[in-house]
């Protein structure tokens, strides 16, 4: 029983955290795709709103190397674990 406390309470900071410092901020992933994903680069992709299963699939095909971008490449690896977060997140602006 009181793991299970522990654990809601655990999961309720992270989701709070995640308002804050979610990990597309946290890994500097706006410096391309702006803020909350709106890019306004014509050469970086805008990521607001896609499909989070989209999303996390074109992070893992980066990492994988079934989809090739040299600096994708190196920014997918940052992002190993928290694709689903990440994808949740833009999923959402
Ligand atoms: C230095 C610039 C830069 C940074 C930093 C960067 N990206 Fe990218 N990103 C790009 C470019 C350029 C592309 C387009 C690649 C291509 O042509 O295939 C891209 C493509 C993507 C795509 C595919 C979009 C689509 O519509 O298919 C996703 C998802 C993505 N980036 C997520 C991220 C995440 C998450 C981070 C942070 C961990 C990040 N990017 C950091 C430059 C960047």
Redesign the pocket.
């Known amino acids: 029983m009181k793991k299970i406390l522990l654990i809601a309470a655990a999961s309720t900071v992270l989701s709070m955290g995640s308002v804050q410092a979610n990990p597309?901020d946290a890994?500097?992933?706006a410096?391309?795709?702006g803020a909350g994903g709106k890019s306004s680069i014509p050469?970086?992709?805008s990521?607001n709103g896609?499909q989070a299963a989209?999303?996390v699939k074109?992070?893992k095909d980066?990492q994988s190397g079934a989809?090739k971008?040299a600096?994708?490449g190196a920014?997918?690896g940052?992002?190993a674990g928290q694709e689903q977060a990440?994808a949740d997140y833009l999923a959402a602006q």
Do not use: V
């Open positions: 597309y890994l500097g992933c410096g391309c795709h050469t970086y992709p990521l896609q989209y999303t074109q992070l980066f989809r971008d600096t994708m920014m997918a940052l992002a990440i």
